[in-house]
């Protein structure tokens, strides 16, 4: 006989290509800086089609970047530079 009992939520791990917008570093450096209260966000996760049509949509709450980093910034390397997110977070439920 199994019992419900308190939920445990994994971390969400993202990954993009590195780009010009330092939002997500400004966001970990309100972590680092201990200003919880400030890094703690909600949000959304949507997965798009290739019309852009949504296709699923997660929202998650009360999130902080727990880490963040980036490819080995190799200049002999051909790989495509990639930032990845870490998420944190009190829950997460799937909306559409």
Known sequence: ???PGRLKWGDITLKRG???NLAVWEWR?????GDMKKAR???Q???FDS???P????QFKNAWPSKVTARSLDAE????????LTLTHESLKRVD
Do not use: P, Y
């Not at 296709?55 to 997660?58: G, I, K, S, V």
């Open 1 to 3: 006989l199994k019992i």
């Open 18 to 20: 590195i780009t010009t």
């Open 45 to 47: 996760i949507i997965i």
């Open 55 to 58: 296709l699923a949509r997660w």
């Open 51 to 53: 019309t852009l049509t």
């Open 41 to 43: 966000k909600s949000g």
């Open 77 to 84: 390397s051909n790989e495509f530079g990639i930032e990845e």
């Open 29 to 33: 450096e309100l972590v680092e800086q």
